[in-house]
């Protein structure tokens, strides 16, 4: 199986500030990649897939970038509301794995 | 807009098997080239693939978990089901329902989630 690590574990950051969010998969996974957002309680949403595609309803200050096995996840204009949980995920190579998740708070 | 809802037993004692149903609502389960996939959650292993099945009835299983699942449709009430057998507590998780539109095994539609802990 693809192991994906994510960093940084946890990050807090600044009302209005950037936050980037990386990803690297142990083998290269082309553009196959997705990034989830996910708030206590509530299942995992979909924000990017094909590894820079926004997915339906997501604001434009989710960016997606990378490939082959370097991923990033970039929010800017962060609000209080994006506080949650994001995952990475690779589907290129199967079964589908995930990382364990960026825990990202807004100070 | 498609939602996904679980339902089953929320305790499972270990050796037996469990069994979970996603209904499918604001939606046909036959519509579309969409596969129904099941994904589970725990504090240990996070986010793992379960298994899925295409509109077809055709399934795919996680290769370590295989031997113990299946996963089919049931497109007279517009749901898909999940059985494990033999579980243990490496078993305890929440088990999520989710739906692929792409085929690419990436989910944009998933259902709230239930908790399903496996003890005696």
């Known amino acids: 199986e693809v192991v994906v690590t994510q960093s940084p574990v946890t990050m807090s950051v600044s009302p209005g500030e950037g936050a980037t969010l990386s990803c690297r998969a142990s083998?290269?996974?082309?553009?196959?990649f997705a990034w989830y957002q996910q708030k206590p309680g509530q299942a995992p949403r979909l924000l990017i897939y094909?590894?820079?595609t926004r997915a339906t309803g997501v604001p434009a200050r989710f960016r997606g970038s990378g490939s082959e096995t370097e991923f990033t996840l970039t929010i800017s204009g962060l609000q209080s509301e994006d506080s949650a949980v994001y995952f990475c995920?690779?589907?290129?190579?199967?079964?589908?794995?995930f990382g364990h998740g960026t825990r990202l708070e807004i100070k | 807009q498609v939602q996904l809802q679980e339902s089953g037993p929320g305790l499972v004692k270990p050796s037996q098997t469990l069994s979970l149903t996603c209904t499918v609502s604001?939606?046909?389960?036959?519509?579309?080239?969409?596969?129904w996939n099941w994904i589970r959650q725990s504090a240990g292993k996070g986010l793992e693939w379960v298994g899925r099945?295409?509109?077809?009835?055709?399934?795919n299983y996680k290769p370590s978990l295989e031997s113990r699942v299946t996963i089919s449709l049931d497109t007279s009430k517009n749901q898909f089901s999940l059985t494990l057998d033999s579980v243990t507590a490496a078993d305890t998780a929440i088990y999520y329902c989710?739906?692929?539109?792409?085929?690419?095994?990436?989910?944009?539609?998933w259902g709230q989630g239930i908790l399903v802990t496996v003890s005696s």
């Open positions: 989710a739906r692929d539109t792409s085929g690419w095994e990436y989910f944009d539609s």
């Open positions: 604001g939606g046909s389960i036959n519509s579309g080239s969409y596969y």
């Open positions: 099945v295409f509109i077809s009835g055709s399934t």
């Open positions: 083998q290269s996974v082309n553009s196959n």
């Open positions: 094909a590894a820079s």
């Open positions: 995920q690779q589907y290129h190579n199967w079964p589908t794995t």
